[in-house]
């Protein structure tokens, strides 16, 4: 299988259906194309923040509406809803989009929309799973999905956050070093090989979730992004669930061996693929919704 044709396949998650075309039609420049997204969205915990007051980057919070869902992503988990409804709301997709008119969406759907639009264009792209210090001054590697694309040109990939709108970064959100992110396996590992302490991980639940298990989680998001099934970040695999996430040390074992494989995903793209296609138990997720 050719790595490079594989990420150019969408799943039902990064999938335009009907909005192809609409999404074509958007910049080609990725800066651009990252700041026009950014202007449709905006994260919760931006909202919680700085709501019921002026903001820099999204604008005079007070104006949404106090019966607007804070989270929407359980509503639109997929790139397409995405789009329809943000064209629903307003049919110009701008970065003059009414403060009232944007949605509250997750780093998760800002991934995989960027992915999304980026096939549609016919660029190989991936969403990834993992950690990023840079969200925050606080020390601690919060969880955060990003956007890596192929570029043909320089025959490299390379990982782009449309969801960051942190000021004066040390690094080009549209080219990130890959030590400014910790993917999913290299947090599993760090934890595995007592690198990293259990608190210096932490997952945005409610309330949050630290160590191992925003590790094991986010090791599996990557490993089903990395397979194209861009899962909702309430998902996990059924058998870690039913043991609550205490595995054996032959289970941590089977996982040390993936994990390692993920660290060089395009050099290890199709032994990847066989493990996915050969351990079911790894697709067979549980979750919010089933």
Same mark, same amino acid.
């Given at each position: 299988?050719?790595?490079?044709?594989?990420?150019?396949?969408?799943?039902?998650?990064?999938?335009?259906?009907?909005?192809?075309?609409?999404?074509?039609?958007?910049? @080609? @420049?990725?800066?651009?194309?990252?700041?026009?997204?950014?202007?449709?969205?905006?994260?919760?915990?931006? &909202?919680?923040?700085?709501?019921?007051?002026?903001?820099?980057?999204?604008? @005079?919070?007070?104006?949404?509406?106090?019966?607007?869902?804070?989270?929407?992503?359980?509503?639109?988990?997929?790139?397409?809803?995405?789009?329809?409804?943000?064209? /629903?709301?307003?049919?110009?997709?701008?970065?003059?989009?009414?403060?009232?008119?944007?949605?509250?969406?997750?780093? +998760?759907?800002?991934? &995989?929309?960027?992915?999304?639009?980026?096939?549609?264009?016919?660029?190989?792209? +991936?969403?990834?799973?993992?950690?990023?210090?840079?969200?925050?001054?606080?020390? &601690?590697?919060?969880?955060?999905?990003?956007?890596?694309?192929?570029?043909?040109?320089?025959?490299?990939?390379?990982?782009?956050?449309?969801?960051?709108?942190?000021?004066?970064?040390?690094?080009?959100?549209?080219?990130?070093?890959?030590?400014?992110?910790?993917? !999913?396996?290299?947090?599993?590992?760090?934890?595995?090989?007592?690198?990293?302490?259990?608190?210096?991980?932490?997952?945005?639940?409610?309330?949050?979730?630290? !160590?191992?298990?925003?590790?094991?989680?986010?090791?599996?998001?990557?490993?089903?992004?990395?397979?194209?099934?861009?899962?909702?970040? =309430?998902?996990?695999? /059924?058998?870690?669930?039913?043991?609550?996430?205490?595995?054996?040390?032959? %289970?941590? %074992?089977?996982?040390?061996?993936?994990?390692?494989?993920?660290?060089?995903?395009?050099?290890?793209?199709?032994?990847?693929?066989?493990? =996915?296609?050969?351990?079911?138990?790894?697709? &067979?997720?549980?979750?919010?919704?089933?």
């Amino acid at each position: 299988m050719n790595e490079i044709e594989f990420y150019k396949k969408t799943s039902c998650f990064t999938e335009l259906g009907l909005y192809k075309n609409f999404a074509q039609a958007l910049p @080609d @420049d990725i800066r651009e194309l990252c700041l026009l997204q950014r202007h449709q969205i905006i994260h919760p915990v931006a &909202i919680m923040k700085c709501g019921g007051q002026k903001q820099t980057f999204h604008g @005079d919070m007070t104006q949404i509406p106090c019966d607007s869902l804070l989270f929407e992503n359980e509503r639109f988990p997929t790139a397409l809803s995405i789009l329809a409804e943000l064209l /629903r709301r307003e049919n110009e997709y701008s970065c003059q989009r009414k403060i009232q008119n944007k949605m509250h969406l997750t780093c +998760r759907e800002q991934a &995989i929309l960027l992915t999304a639009i980026l096939k549609a264009k016919g660029i190989p792209a +991936r969403a990834r799973s993992g950690f990023a210090p840079y969200i925050s001054n606080d020390g &601690i590697f919060h969880d955060h999905w990003i956007c890596e694309r192929f570029c043909d040109k320089e025959n490299r990939w390379i990982l782009t956050d449309a969801d960051c709108c942190v000021e004066n970064l040390d690094f080009d959100f549209a080219d990130i070093p890959c030590d400014k992110f910790l993917f !999913g396996a290299q947090s599993y590992l760090k934890i595995r090989n007592k690198e990293i302490c259990d608190n210096a991980l932490e997952y945005a639940s409610v309330p949050p979730t630290h !160590g191992m298990r925003a590790a094991l989680q986010s090791l599996f998001y990557d490993l089903h992004s990395l397979m194209n099934d861009e899962i909702f970040f =309430w998902h996990s695999p /059924r058998y870690i669930v039913e043991k609550n996430f205490d595995l054996s040390q032959a %289970e941590f %074992e089977e996982l040390d061996s993936i994990a390692n494989l993920m660290l060089e995903p395009s050099k290890n793209f199709e032994k990847i693929c066989d493990i =996915w296609e050969t351990t079911p138990k790894f697709r &067979i997720v549980s979750g919010g919704f089933n």
